[in-house]
């Protein structure tokens, strides 16, 4: 688990859909326990939270003046492909 290494018991009530979903994730070998499934969601929502505050942050700093300059500073670069 790469969630750290001190983990927390909890119980949540899920709608049987949901447990049979999960289940059949679990058969099928998509994934090796409930519980992988059940930390995938959290996870992507907190990974989703911080890239929408990372756009928030970027977008009230960006000057796109630096940016021009950069292009025109970079089109008259040679690449070496090699």
Known sequence: MQHGLISKLIAIRLPEDLVAFIDTLVTEGEVSSR???VIRAPTHEQRRMRIAKDVEILSGSLNTD????LVAYSAGQSIDLE
């Open 66 to 69: 630096d940016f021009n300059e």
């Open 35 to 37: 519980a992988a499934v």
